[in-house]
């Protein structure tokens, strides 16, 4: 009987997710909360471990408390089989400098890859909303026998130049790798599509630290896993790329087959949480056959009082609704709401206090931030910039962690 491959996962979790400020002012975009009761990194991690793929080390490097504090306290396996999900920092093995793109970070912590032995390397990153069975991909690129595959979620070719696109053939061998390009390539069996890269890969052991070692000799490379290490497999003929669209998840709806979401803007984050509380979500968290997994809040039930109600909406545990009125918002744990408020269109973290004839459109709330009574957020944008909030570009007004809101 043949033994099966050794696989392990590294995860690129060191992105410092500047599009994202305020909400990575004071942790890693991996750790930015998501959906009222995960953390962007839940994700991943939960792909992961429903593939069966449990040896899995997260790199970490900017501001990484937060996130290494979550990883401990949430993504505990059993070790009798040799599975675990560790947080591993930077830790300046090659000199005085931290990691220098991601590439680097892998390159910096080649030990990973010699104490384990693997045969098969997944890389994968850190901040993107999806589902993915990783165990047919890792398949298809132990049965092409090549040394990397990249996966490619189809887009529609005239919004192909916002990604970094993949020029395949027919038999999905990858002919180049374009960086935003001014004329993507179609696809051979779509010429309105393109694919463009997920971030996600998966290596031969041997071949991608030969690739890292090259990469690392190069003073001109910028050490980017999708800008330097897939050309040189491209260049040698030696990758392909798999297509997101042959992935089937346990339990998926037809709607949410093949979502995937970079939640690396502000707007993008906040359509990304429109997207969980329609009443047939784009994506859906009540899938009990691919879970997403996380460390739940150990809190009450959701209360609503004095006709508090919440439509369209996604209402964590320890939340209490006292005659306020939410429509299509993410509550998370312990959110208060109180009489005769009104939110909509919004995301609140952990511990928000709205006071008393509030009104909140369109805003994102970090944790235990403050709004006094009768204060409006989202009303009046050129207010809210006064204010010192941000407003995105499509009016989206985010207000950092532990801010009271002021009263006038």
């Not at 696109?165 to 010429?191: C, M, N, Q, V």
């Not at 006064?386 to 009263?407: L, Y």
Request: proline share 6%.
């Amino acid at each position: 009987m043949a033994s099966r491959p050794k696989i392990l996962s590294i995860v690129l979790a060191g992105g410092e997710g500047k599009r994202l400020m305020p909400l990575t002012a004071d942790r890693a975009k991996p750790a930015v909360p998501f959906g009222g009761s995960y953390r962007l990194i839940d994700f991943v991690l939960s792909n992961l471990a429903n593939s069966g793929l449990t040896r899995v080390a997260v790199l970490t490097q900017y501001k990484s408390h937060s996130l290494d504090r979550h990883i401990s306290m949430t993504w505990r396996f059993s070790t009798l089989l040799g599975a675990y999900v560790t947080p591993v920092p930077a830790q300046q093995r090659l000199g005085p400098r931290w990691y220098q793109g991601s590439a680097d970070a892998i390159y910096q912590s080649l030990n990973l890859i010699r104490d384990e032995d693997p045969d098969y390397v997944v890389v994968f990153g850190a901040d993107n909303i999806y589902r993915m069975d990783v165990s047919q991909m890792v398949d298809a690129h132990i049965d092409s026998g090549l040394g990397a595959t990249v996966a490619g979620i189809r887009v529609p070719r005239r919004e192909a130049s916002a990604f970094g696109i993949i020029d395949a053939a027919e038999d999905h061998r990858i002919k180049k790798f374009l960086e935003k390009p001014a004329d993507p390539p179609g696809l051979p069996d779509s010429p309105d599509e393109s694919f463009a890269s997920m971030g996600n890969y998966v290596f031969s052991r041997q071949a991608l630290v030969e690739a890292l070692r090259a990469d690392a000799e190069n003073p001109t490379a910028k050490h980017d896993m999708g800008g330097d290490i897939v050309p040189w497999f491209t260049d040698q003929g030696e990758a392909q790329v798999y297509d997101f669209s042959s992935n089937v998840v346990p339990g998926a709806t037809s709607k949410d087959l093949n979502y995937w979401r970079d939640v690396g803007t502000i707007d993008a984050y906040h359509e990304a949480h429109m997207d969980l509380v329609s009443i047939e979500p784009e994506f859906n968290l009540y899938n009990s056959e691919w879970p997403i997994l996380t460390n739940q809040s150990q809190s009450p039930g959701a209360k609503f009082v004095i006709r508090g109600k919440a439509e369209d909406s996604i209402v964590n545990p320890g939340c209490i609704i006292s005659g306020g009125e939410v429509e299509r918002t993410v509550l998370a744990p312990n959110v208060r709401v109180d009489k005769w408020s009104q939110v909509a269109d919004s995301v609140l973290m952990e511990n928000v206090r709205i006071g008393r004839d509030c009104v909140v459109r369109r805003a994102i709330l970090d944790k235990h931030v403050v709004v006094p009574d009768g204060v409006q957020i989202g009303v009046d944008h050129e207010h809210d910039r006064a204010r010192g909030f941000h407003v995105s570009d499509e009016g989206v007004v985010v207000i950092g962690k532990d801010v009271k809101v002021p009263e006038h």
